[in-house]
């Protein structure tokens, strides 16, 4: 169930709650692809780091380690000893992501497996089953992820196919939801608006999701090739139409200043895997911009990544040198500071979001953290 506290302008601010727990929203998933965030954090690393809620990849888990064998082991929470709230996607970014392997029907798709080429089908019902015998706390549902250049009778097409699979992803759900054996009775189901960069196909999508009443939903195929005013502009006409009193959930999207324009436009959830990855590169967030620790600039720099930061490795007396070194050592500790120390940051930056809603001061607060951000681009 969500609960909109408040708004200031569009920014909402609210409260998501599960049976895992409540969620403050605006949030950011901290992404953990195979039940784990890339660069040795553990859940309690998570929790520590104010982590509310964490992301794991259907079609990942699937292929290893099988989700029935998770089932088996109790679910996915009990696997990985995390007790907040998980949300699964649907497998449907593999569709996009595993083009040349794929074929689509209106079944659903057959693609080979990253891993050791065998094939898989995957249609509706398959992710709503894997989904389950997971057991998150929400499931995403079953679509295809147009590309956002895509001539528009590709696009037609492939929304009407991902609305008929919503449907079925419902009814699944439903149906599993009321087994026994289920994991997460509980379990939610978010829908998925697509259209690529075309308006009214956007906008006549939200609408008929919206009808459907779902606990959330979720815009994606969005930051896949278009322009960042572009897609400013597909938030700005599709968000109003989706349900004001449900989570609005911007997939795999994005940049601080991303995620900044689009809580401003009502977008509440927020998932990328920039923190992680980019932090494994010595690449680490501030809120005065991003830096490169393998910079030389940084070898006899001994202040923490950013002073006044809660993250282990800055309240622990860190420094950029001594991170630097183990980077360029090799060393596993580097990347787990680096990592840990941008998770913190983008869920920290949550936090100053949603007390600048509370306090109505949203506008201003973004002005003031892009404008941080844009000088130190410019220095």
């Given at each position: 169930?969500?609960?909109?506290?408040?708004?200031?302008?569009?920014?909402?601010?609210?409260?998501?709650?599960t049976?895992?727990?409540?969620?403050?929203?605006?949030?950011?998933?901290?992404?953990?692809?195979?039940?784990?965030i890339?660069?040795?954090?553990s859940?309690?690393?998570?929790?520590?780091?104010?982590?509310q809620?964490?992301?794991?990849?259907?079609?990942?888990?699937?292929?290893?380690?099988?989700?029935?064998?998770?089932?088996?082991?109790?679910?996915?929470?009990?696997?990985?000893?995390w007790?907040?709230?998980?949300?699964?996607?649907?497998?449907?970014?593999?569709?996009?992501?595993?083009?040349s392997?794929?074929?689509?029907?209106?079944?659903?798709?057959?693609?080979?497996?990253?891993?050791?080429?065998?094939?898989?089908?995957?249609?509706?019902e398959?992710?709503?089953?894997?989904?389950?015998?997971?057991?998150?706390?929400?499931?995403?549902?079953?679509?295809?992820?147009?590309p956002?250049?895509?001539?528009?009778?590709?696009?037609t097409?492939?929304?009407?196919?991902?609305?008929?699979?919503?449907?079925?992803?419902?009814?699944?759900?439903?149906?599993?939801?009321?087994?026994?054996?289920?994991?997460?009775?509980?379990?939610?189901?978010?829908?998925?608006?697509?259209?690529?960069?075309?308006?009214?196909?956007?906008?006549?999508?939200?609408?008929?999701?919206?009808?459907?009443?779902?606990?959330?939903?979720?815009?994606?195929?969005?930051?896949?090739?278009?322009?960042?005013?572009?897609?400013?502009?597909?938030?700005?006409?599709?968000?109003?139409?989706?349900?004001?009193?449900?989570?609005?959930?911007?997939?795999?999207?994005?940049?601080?200043?991303?995620?900044?324009?689009?809580?401003?436009?009502?977008?509440?959830?927020?998932?990328?895997?920039?923190?992680?990855?980019?932090?494994?590169?010595?690449h680490?967030?501030?809120?005065?911009?991003?830096?490169?620790?393998?910079?030389?600039?940084?070898?006899?720099?001994?202040?923490?990544?950013?002073?006044?930061?809660?993250?282990?490795?800055?309240?622990?007396g860190?420094?950029?040198?001594?991170?630097?070194?183990?980077?360029?050592?090799?060393?596993?500790?580097?990347?787990?500071?680096?990592v840990?120390?941008?998770?913190?940051y983008?869920?920290?930056?949550?936090t100053?979001?949603?007390?600048?809603?509370?306090?109505?001061?949203?506008?201003?607060?973004k002005?003031?953290?892009?404008?941080?951000?844009?000088?130190?681009?410019?220095?």
């Open positions: 169930m969500y609960k909109l506290l408040k708004k200031d302008g569009l920014a909402k601010r609210g409260e998501f709650i049976v895992h727990g409540t969620v403050q929203t605006p949030v950011f998933m901290n992404v953990g692809t195979v039940g784990a890339k660069g040795a954090v859940a309690d690393d998570l929790d520590k780091l104010g982590t809620i964490e992301l794991s990849n259907t079609y990942h888990l699937h292929v290893r380690t099988g989700d029935k064998l998770i089932k088996e082991l109790g679910g996915l929470h009990k696997f990985m000893n007790h907040k709230p998980i949300l699964t996607d649907s497998g449907g970014f593999q569709v996009f992501s595993l083009a392997m794929r074929k689509i029907a209106e079944e659903g798709v057959t693609f080979r497996s990253h891993i050791d080429g065998h094939k898989i089908f995957m249609g509706p398959e992710s709503m089953q894997i989904q389950s015998n997971l057991g998150s706390t929400v499931a995403m549902a079953f679509d295809e992820c147009p956002s250049k895509a001539e528009r009778k590709y696009v097409d492939s929304v009407e196919r991902t609305f008929r699979w919503l449907i079925r992803c419902k009814a699944e759900m439903e149906r599993l939801n009321g087994l026994d054996d289920t994991v997460n009775p509980d379990q939610m189901l978010f829908g998925i608006n697509q259209g690529a960069v075309y308006e009214d196909i956007r906008i006549d999508n939200a609408k008929r999701i919206a009808e459907l009443e779902l606990p959330g939903y979720s815009i994606g195929g969005l930051a896949v090739g278009e322009t960042a005013e572009e897609m400013y502009h597909i938030l700005d006409v599709t968000v109003p139409h989706l349900p004001d009193d449900k989570p609005v959930y911007l997939m795999g999207v994005g940049t601080p200043a991303n995620i900044l324009e689009a809580v401003e436009r009502g977008v509440d959830f927020f998932d990328c895997v920039y923190p992680s990855r980019n932090g494994r590169h010595g680490v967030y501030t809120h005065k911009g991003k830096l490169n620790l393998f910079n030389a600039k940084y070898e006899k720099d001994l202040s923490p990544i950013e002073e006044g930061c809660g993250c282990p490795a800055c309240s622990g860190y420094s950029r040198a001594y991170i630097r070194h183990l980077m360029k050592a090799g060393e596993m500790l580097g990347m787990r500071f680096c840990m120390h941008n998770l913190y983008y869920n920290h930056l949550m100053e979001i949603r007390e600048a809603i509370d306090d109505d001061r949203y506008s201003e607060f002005r003031q953290a892009l404008e941080k951000m844009r000088m130190s681009e410019q220095a």
